[in-house]
């Protein structure tokens, strides 16, 4: 999306770290701390998985219990009667659109 808006034109400056994302350099410095950033993201999933796995042998984490949800799934479609969008019902719940979504499938 960076390398996008600087193809369009757009000039995308990062002004804490005080870097200039425009031109080929630009460019070359995006794409090289987008990879890292990927590398971490991949390696704190892996940490997660490793504690979870080894939580679970331990018994001591078992996850979210089957049939739980993480709102109401009536009072959603309630509200859906009433005329909200599932924007305002995610935030009346206190859940995310996409649950929102799947209460009202």
Same mark, same amino acid.
């Given at each position: 999306?960076?390398?996008?808006?600087?193809? $369009?034109?757009?000039?995308?400056?990062?002004?804490?770290?005080? #870097?200039?994302?425009?031109?080929?350099?630009? $460019?070359?410095? *995006?794409?090289?701390?987008?990879? #890292? *950033?990927?590398? !971490?993201? !991949?390696?704190?999933? !892996?940490?997660?998985?490793?504690? #979870? %796995?080894? %939580? $679970?042998?331990?018994?001591?984490?078992?996850?979210?219990?089957?049939?739980?949800?993480?709102?109401?799934? !009536?009072? %959603? /479609?309630?509200?859906?009667? $009433?005329?909200?969008?599932?924007?305002? #019902? *995610? /935030?009346?719940?206190?859940?995310?659109? /996409?649950?929102?979504?799947?209460?009202? *499938?």
């Amino acid at each position: 999306m960076l390398c996008e808006w600087c193809d $369009k034109g757009l000039r995308v400056v990062s002004v804490t770290q005080q #870097i200039d994302f425009n031109g080929t350099v630009g $460019k070359m410095l *995006a794409a090289v701390l987008l990879g #890292i *950033a990927e590398m !971490e993201q !991949e390696t704190r999933r !892996e940490r997660q998985r490793a504690g #979870i %796995a080894l %939580a $679970k042998r331990k018994g001591v984490y078992k996850g979210r219990q089957p049939g739980t949800t993480k709102g109401d799934p !009536e009072r %959603a /479609r309630t509200l859906h009667a $009433k005329g909200n969008d599932v924007a305002e #019902i *995610a /935030r009346a719940l206190g859940t995310s659109e /996409r649950t929102v979504r799947r209460y009202l *499938a």
